[in-house]
């Protein structure tokens, strides 16, 4: 927070004197009307997006199936390994989507994770990602430049078991705790497992 020469604070959103103000648990405090107003959209403090709530995305309906196998991923020996596949049916946008009324096509991603318990943990948060919908969602492909397509949502996967992280492959020693950092951004923590 800025405090002006006479000694008044500014909300940091409407960069105006506080009116009724409101403090977050993570002691960050805002005009109330203006806060209220950021988290109709998104409830997470606009300064350290510390969520407040649960956050919803707009992944379009579709399934998350695991799978188990024995063999190791390269920088996790001995542990086995975790393939995730993901599948959504075409359909038509929604209101939570850029263009309502537009179709989209389905599409298949395949995902891998160790089977440490790291990985097993990175696994729970994944699945409370997507029951959230927001390990994917509708727009512009990076890869392809089309629109109206399932993409990503900023929560990264290992899409190939080899090719270190160029490829989106192991070995990427940083990868599990990467993944649970943009987790965290989208509100999902440790404290969804218990």
Not at 151 to 157: E, R
Not at 182 to 189: A, C, F, P, Q
Request: proline residues 7%; charged residues 20%; contains cysteine.
């Amino acid at each position: 927070m800025e405090t002006t020469p006479s000694g008044h604070d500014d909300c940091t959103i409407c960069l105006d004197t506080l009116r009724d103000k409101k403090t977050l648990k993570c002691q960050h405090y805002f005009c109330r009307e203006c806060i209220d107003s950021v988290f109709r959209y998104k409830p997470a403090c606009p300064i350290c997006n510390t969520f407040y709530g649960v956050y919803r995305g707009t992944q379009p309906r579709g399934t998350m199936t695991v799978a188990r196998g024995a063999s190791s991923l390269p920088g996790f020996a001995n542990c086995g390994s975790i393939t995730i596949q993901y599948a959504f049916p075409g359909g038509v946008q929604g209101p939570e989507h850029p263009n309502p009324g537009v179709m989209y096509g389905g599409t298949s991603r395949t995902a891998y994770l160790p089977a440490c318990e790291e990985g097993q943990k990175v696994l729970r948060l994944l699945q409370v990602a997507f029951d959230r919908r927001l390990l994917f969602t509708i727009g512009r492909s990076v890869t392809t430049g089309l629109n109206n397509v399932i993409t990503w949502n900023d929560i990264h996967h290992k899409t190939n078991v080899t090719g270190g992280p160029q490829q989106f492959g192991y070995p990427d020693p940083e990868y599990l705790s990467r993944v649970q950092r943009e987790l965290r951004l989208k509100g999902v923590t440790e404290d969804d497992l218990n």
